[in-house]
């Protein structure tokens, strides 16, 4: 199929004509993907059409693409996904038109990319969905969660086709015969493929549920059956109303759901599921067929079937006069006529007959034709699968081979530690041995010193067998430690030991004290002492065999001990050669990969800056252009958020000046160079558009003036970037004339100001400064009154209340001083901010000029006084047994939450190497240390306090623990629901306390000025970040 005609059909199959898509250009659009594997061509048609200007035309290009991704080759799915975002901002495009195709073209986009997304995040599902049971199985990987979020996708996508379906019906005037008008039918053409894949989507869904609840508990999937009864009851209802149009029964056979939706809970319910099947029969003839050629008359065989009639009806031409009609048949000439004419008549029958026939055969080879095609594209597809499966095994088979490698070293590793663990229990059972007979030993010298008790004259000898039972021991000892200090995983065994015969040796020595005292007044026994002290001479000669014995066995160990360490050491000799080759190796390696990595590095820093450069003179241009565009006239702006623009851009062109000095003096260094172009762009866009919404709303002279001063400003800052790409002229590009046009818009925005602002912005500075002291008076008053409450506290206050209250109100008093030193640190940046950024002007003009910022720091010193009083007060409270310890730990956040906005507001403007920064923020995060102290210590009080009421139920009967019970169950029940309703109380309070702050602060005014140069609008719902722009208050 050439390109030619298949670009020709596209065409023909989307156009502005409000009728259906013809099936045989659509046909031939997915033959030719097939044709070419991919969409390519069908792309390159689609861009150069308008589809953003006329409904018609879009609403038939999105039929086309889904046919097209149902039935088209798989690398339409990949050639259609870079357009993905141009489908979206197509669909938010035709979303604002309420009439007519608008809301139709936007929701198919929707849908379109929601197909789009799903068959990419799940590629084993094809386009038209027609999956097995068993690839069903295999595309959540048996894994319940991948099921689980499959079915959430699922979800997703037929809400998606619901929405379209439910749009179309809803367009339609049901009133009338739509179905077989052409407008109708090119509405409804689209829902075949709806249906078909609502179809699909319906079963699978039923099959995974199915599935979940029979691996997760039935509550956890409450949400999924109430979602699907929901799309169950909207899909039966479309079907039903479906199928009773004329244009579906001609070409579709739409399938009916069951009355009621399966019963998830019980598992049988799964074998009476019958999945839907959508039927579509064999094509008949329709208008829109392809052209037949025209054909023969008649051909031999008609024409002999024809003479033979003719003769049979008025006789051989051989027997018979020509000439003579009366004579033929005996037949009058009446007669004769009308046979003539019935035989033209049956003649032009068996003409449209053999027309129908061969049109028949010509349209069942076409169809043939289509089906070879579509067969060898799917031939195709399977080799191609055939070709993946062949890698994928190779690649299974390498890896296998790599797994039996590490098994092999594995089982090395094994026998290794399986050797070294018998040489372990080697050790240890000689460890044993020795720990027994060590254990005998000191058993003999306990019973040997037991025996020395009943003599008296043997205290000299018992003496110096105890000094030489200590000698021995010590050096058992000595030895037991040099063993303990090299045996692996035993030391901790033989330090117990080592204690344990430190214990019986001290008890030996108490028993020797005692038998001191009973030798003195046992001096009559010296014959029956001598021959004990023989006795115990033999016991001690046994006793030092028995320890040579022990020192001999610890040698062996020691010299056992000796070789191992020999053998480890040149392990680790012969590893750290190796590891010196290796880490030569990689030092190589890194040189030549860091030379080739500093050399691409530097081709990527010019490729982004000159990407960088080209896409901030777009911006800019499209700012231009922008303004040129006559939707931009409704846009307003003010002359302060113009002013403010201004001179955000103004410094940013100066530091871009700065950024290109040093790009020039260092060609690395486009690090700084990069991120000042891309916010001079944004911020120079942004101040054109400003500039032209504020022209809207000022005289006419003014209003032309900044005009043309915008326009020029944005035709300099071009000329400047292309000045900036081209390396011949990046030297010479000057920045200062953007920098001229935008004081020249400066001053033309304070002619536009309001005078009467002015002078009331002369106060703030004053304010500022009262506001400040006030805060710095609040917290010393706070601070005295904890003071006072303290010694109050440990005046009336005993036991555990006293420790609780000293507890508390230290930590409140060291909130307070760290709250102090904070605004004091705040004042000193202010002060600093001011000193740098008024010039030449006074600090009230700087205030004024910052009317914004100081309107927050005014805010902000008022949060932070009353949150101290209000702390003040709950402490009160609490120290006096009045208050609950939770409202002190709310106002301690609430105080902490306060000096945050302050902190906010005076770093908002400061310079970020500034010391004066670096103390603020060490004192904000003192307060925050000090708010975690007080909050902590208000629950250990809280704990403390507690515990003090212990629940004593042993004097309670069962009927009275049955009633106790029932009264708390009813008591957590109320706390339950006054806890949801003070809930829902915050949550309006603080929805009301955000509108009054932006009425009181102006930001609904700000968000109808920065309508024109920023998406952010006041919206108070979206907390302090929806309140104003950060381009236009910076």
Known sequence: ???????????????????????????????????????????????????????????????????????????????????KNELSDMSRMWGHLSEGYGQLCSIYLKLLRT?????????????????????????????????FQLTVEMFDYLECELNLFQTVFSSLDMSRSVSVTAAGQCRLAPLIQVILDCSHLY???????????????????QGHRDRFLEQFQKLKDLFYRSSNLQYFKQLIQIPQLPENPPNFLRASALSEHISPVVVIPAEASSPDSEPITDLVEMDAASQSLFDNKFDDIFGSSVSCDPFNFNSQNGMSKDDKDRLIEQLYREITGLKEELENFKAESTRGAVQLRGRASELEAELAEQQHLKQQAQDESEFLRTELEELKKQREDTEKAQRSLTEVERRAQANEQRYSKL?????????????????????????????????????????????????????????QEQAEVLETLKRELAASRQELQVLQGTLESSTQAGAEQNNRIASLEQERDRLSQAAEQHRDEMAALQAELQQLQETLSHKQESSRIELEMLQTQLRDKQEN?????????????????????????????????????????????????????????????????????????????????????????????????????????????????????????????????????DPGTVASADCSLVTACLGQISAIGEELRPRGLDVQQEELGDLVDKEMA????????????????????????TGVKLEVNERILGSCTGLMQAIHVLVLASKDLQREIVESGRGAAS???????????????????????????????????????????????????????????????????????????????????????????????TKAGKSQVEEK??????????????????????????????????????????????????????????????????????????GEAGWRSPACHP
């Not at 212990?950 to 069962?958: I, P, V």
């Open 774 to 797: 006030a805060t710095a008076a609040a917290i010393e008053t706070a601070s005295a009154r904890i003071e006072e409450m303290l010694s109050k506290a440990r005046a009336g206050d």
């Open 435 to 491: 720990k027994e007979k060590y254990s005998e030993l000191v058993q003999n010298h306990a019973d040997l010193l037991r025996k020395n008790a009943e003599v008296t004259k043997q205290i000299t000898v018992a003496r110096q067998a105890q000094g030489d039972a200590e000698q021995e021991k010590k050096e058992l000892e000595d030895s037991f430690q040099r063993v303990s200090e090299q045996a692996q995983r035993k030391s």
């Open 949 to 1022: 009421d212990s629940m004593d139920f042993s004097s309670m009967t069962l009927t009275q623990i049955k009633r106790q019970e029932m009264d708390s169950q009813v008591r957590v029940l109320e706390l339950e629901n006054q806890l949801q309703k003070e809930r829902q109380k915050l949550g309006e309070l603080r929805k009301k306390h955000y509108e009054l702050a932006g009425v009181a602060e102006g930001w609904e005014e700000d968000g109808e000025w920065c309508q024109p140069c920023s998406s952010w609008a006041a919206d108070p719902g979206k």
């Open 843 to 937: 600090p009230k003009e700087f205030y004024a000029k910052n009317s914004r910022w100081t309107e927050g720091l005014i805010s902000a010193s008022k949060a932070v006084g009353w949150g101290a009083t209000v702390m003040v007060d709950a402490a009160d409270l609490v120290v006096q047994g009045k208050g609950t310890f939770e409202e002190l730990m709310v106002c301690s956040r609430e105080i902490a939450a306060s000096t945050a906005q302050l902190v906010a507001a005076s770093k908002v403007k400061a310079d970020k190497d500034s010391a004066n920064l670096c103390k603020l923020q060490q004192a904000s995060r003192g307060v925050n240390q000090a708010t975690a102290s007080v909050v902590a210590s």
């Open 115 to 147: 197909k789009m997304e799903f068959h990419t995040k799940n590629p084993r599902f094809p386009g038209n969905l027609q999956m097995s049971d068993r690839q069903l199985d295999e595309a959540g990987e048996n894994d319940v969660n991948n099921f």
């Open 1 to 83: 199929m050439g390109t030619a005609r298949q670009t020709v059909s596209i065409n023909k199959a989307i156009n502005a004509q409000e009728v259906a898509v013809k099936e045989k250009h659509a046909r031939t659009c997915i033959l030719g993907t097939h044709h070419e594997k991919g969409a390519q061509t069908f792309w390159s048609v689609v861009n150069r059409l308008p589809l953003s200007g006329n409904a018609v035309l879009c609403w038939k290009f999105c039929h086309v693409f889904h046919k097209l991704l149902q039935d088209g080759h798989s690398n339409v799915l990949k050639d259609s996904m870079r357009y």
């Open 593 to 725: 990969a860091e030379q080739v990595l500093q050399q691409r590095l530097a081709e990527e820093q010019l490729s982004l800056l000159q990407g960088t450069i080209h896409e901030a003179k777009r911006m800019v241009q499209d700012a231009l252009a922008h303004m040129e565009d006559p939707a931009h006239v409704s846009c307003t702006g003010s002359a302060d958020c113009l002013l403010a623009q201004t001179l955000a851009a103004s410094e940013c062109s100066e530091r871009l000046q700065d950024a290109h000095s040093k790009y020039l003096a260092d060609g690395a260094a486009v690090g700084s160079l990069l991120p000042c172009l891309a916010l001079f762009a944004h911020l120079v866009s942004n101040t054109l558009l400003q500039g032209s919404a504020t022209s809207h709303v000022a005289p006419v002279e003014p209003a032309d003036r900044l005009l043309e001063l915008c326009k020029q400003c944005g035709s300099e800052a071009v000329s400047y970037l292309s000045a900036l790409q």
């Open 203 to 221: 079963d699978y869904t039923v099959k995974l549920l199915f599935k979940l609840h029979s691996c997760l508990p039935a509550d956890t999937l």
